[in-house]
């Protein structure tokens, strides 16, 4: 892969209201709600993660009960620098990717983003590499989770010839973590989603790169109050995993 400077650089999109993860959000923002048996808010895990893949800077935007995320911030022992922006009114992911963007330190510099309630560990440096190395303007990394039912496998007369648990999805989604040129910032809308504007327009251009998140590399979007209890399960096979 073509050897290029890894961003150092990152936004993390913090501002959602977290209906679906109620109670839990009634009194702080999605990214300050704690995965069971870690003591720390998601946000703390992405940070410790971005910091560890040589990231010196984030810009964190901030939303629904952004007091509880600053006040966080301020008193926490973070691996990193933190800077917080607030949007005074609601701009949309693609507007709110913009609108922090504009408090990253290097400009003329590449950058990652992650959604923030993305739990997730791999090697965001060669995410770098391989967005270098296709000269793509943006690129997204590439999950395949698993479906939370079992699936039943038949043969072509209907016959049910075995079960299977919690497959993967066939289809790979958007996990929700990008590396951006610097170039792509000013692409992106001031309102609205860029997934329905700039993304499309990349791909038609063929400047959009997707990177699959390697073999084994653990990920999972915390949505509800069963992702939390599904990633505290995780975690603590993981640790047992590690321990073996």
């Known amino acids: 892969m073509t050897e290029a400077p890894s961003p150092t650089q990152a936004v993390i999109l913090a501002g959602g209201q977290g209906s679906r993860l109620r109670p839990y959000t009634d009194d ?105 190395e296709r000269d793509a303007i943006a690129t997204l990394a590439l999950a395949r989770p698993r479906i939370p039912w079992g699936a039943v496998a038949t043969d072509e007369f209907g016959n049910v010839t075995d079960f299977i648990e919690a497959p993967p999805i066939p289809y790979d989604i958007n996990a929700g973590v990008y590396v951006f040129s610097h170039e792509f910032t000013p692409l992106l809308p001031d309102h609205g989603d860029h997934e329905r504007t700039t993304f499309p327009w990349l791909a038609r251009e063929r400047r959009l790169a997707g990177f699959p998140l390697p073999q084994g590399a653990y990920w999972r979007a915390i949505d509800t109050a069963k992702d939390l209890t599904e990633a505290a399960r995780e975690l603590r096979e993981l640790a047992d995993h590690g321990a073996d």
């Open 28 to 132: 702080r923002p999605k990214p300050m709600v704690e995965i069971p048996g870690t003591g720390t808010p998601i946000i703390g895990h992405q940070l410790t993660w971005l910091a560890e893949e040589g990231v010196t800077d984030v810009v964190v935007s901030c939303g629904h009960l952004a007091r509880v995320l600053q006040e966080w911030l301020d008193s926490a022992p973070l691996p990193l620098r933190v800077t917080t922006v607030v949007e005074s009114e609601p701009l949309g992911r693609g507007g709110g990717l913009k609108y922090a963007a504009k408090a990253l330190p290097r400009h003329d510099e590449p950058w990652y983003a992650t959604n923030g309630d993305i739990w997730t560990r791999f090697s965001l440096r060669r995410m770098a590499a391989f967005h270098a």
